[in-house]
């Protein structure tokens, strides 16, 4: 069983700066594709991104391609999620999510672990 727990999330004004990560505990983390989805509230859960077991990929939604960047370290089994130039809009509780896929993973269905999720609030 893998456990993943996000931390990082907070309050920022608009056109700031954050950064979340994820650490996985109770499996291979270096073999998962990992990624980022957000739920604020009143709307379904969205994709962010997602990068590849070995860093080689990555992928972001169109919502946030230039703004925000996907990382991780397999020695410290954590995913990052840096998020710039933050926008109202980007407040949201924000899930890291692990799946089996050798791929890039952008479907909800495509994860099997997430973690429990942290508060992302941006103040305009």
């Known amino acids: 069983q893998v456990q993943l727990v996000e931390s990082g999330g907070g309050l920022v004004q608009a056109g700031g700066s954050l950064s979340v990560s994820c650490v996985a505990s109770?499996?291979?983390?270096?073999?998962?594709?990992m990624g980022w989805f957000r739920q604020a509230p009143g709307k379904e859960r969205e994709f962010v991104g997602a990068?590849?077991?070995?860093?080689?990929?990555?992928y972001v939604a169109d919502s946030v391609r230039g703004r925000f960047t996907i990382s991780r370290d397999n020695a410290k089994n954590t995913v990052f999620l840096r998020m710039n130039n933050l926008e109202p809009e980007d407040t949201a509780v924000y899930f890291c999510?692990?799946?089996?896929?050798?791929?890039?993973?952008?479907?909800?269905?495509?994860?099997?672990?997430w973690g429990q999720g942290t508060q992302v609030t941006v103040s305009s």
């Open positions: 999510a692990a799946s089996f896929k050798n791929l890039l993973a952008v479907t909800f269905d495509s994860y099997a672990y």
């Open positions: 990068i590849t077991w070995n860093s080689r990929n990555t």
């Open positions: 109770g499996g291979t983390f270096s073999t998962y594709c």
